[in-house]
């Protein structure tokens, strides 16, 4: 985490003065924002907000002091055995093969983070926003499902 001074596009300030900060995170979705380096050239460099970071952290990897909620974009992942999502998922949950990820926005590419809920951590959505079978599998995403601490 960077958290030198942004000196950058409107963008990339207006984004700084809400908390934001040049670097990679683990579990937030970024932006990519035109920034200036001390004596260098302008770059692309990716941005996100700290705040969310650490609650995201703080939620999933738990520690002293952790808990929290946050709204996040799920993903599960199950072997597609017929044309019904609903009827294969049941059949994965029973046999412990469904994966399940966060899913982030990194400067316009989406990536999944692995999750695992045996952290301590809950989950909740109240169902799919949409699902499509690709390659041999079902791929369900809920777009405001909530994962909590505490």
């Known amino acids: 985490m960077n958290r030198e001074k942004i000196r ?79 009827r294969d998922y049941a059949e994965a949950e029973s046999m412990g093969t469904i994966r399940t990820y966060l899913v982030r926005n990194l400067s316009g590419i989406y990536d999944e983070v692995p999750l695992s809920p045996t952290t301590g951590f809950d989950i909740f959505s109240d169902g799919w926003d949409e699902s499509q079978a690709i390659r041999g599998e079902w791929v369900c995403d809920s777009y405001s499902a909530t994962i909590s601490r505490g």
Do not use: C
């Open 8 to 86: 950058g596009s409107g963008n990339a300030e207006a984004r700084a003065a809400e908390g934001w900060v040049v670097g990679s995170p683990r579990y937030s979705s970024s932006e990519p924002h035109h920034v200036r380096h001390d004596g260098g050239g302008w770059t692309y460099e990716e941005m996100y907000s700290l705040a969310r970071e650490e609650l995201l952290m703080s939620i999933i990897e738990g520690g002293a002091g952790a808990g929290g909620e946050a709204e996040i974009w799920l993903r599960e992942r199950f072997p597609r055995k017929s044309a019904d999502a609903a």
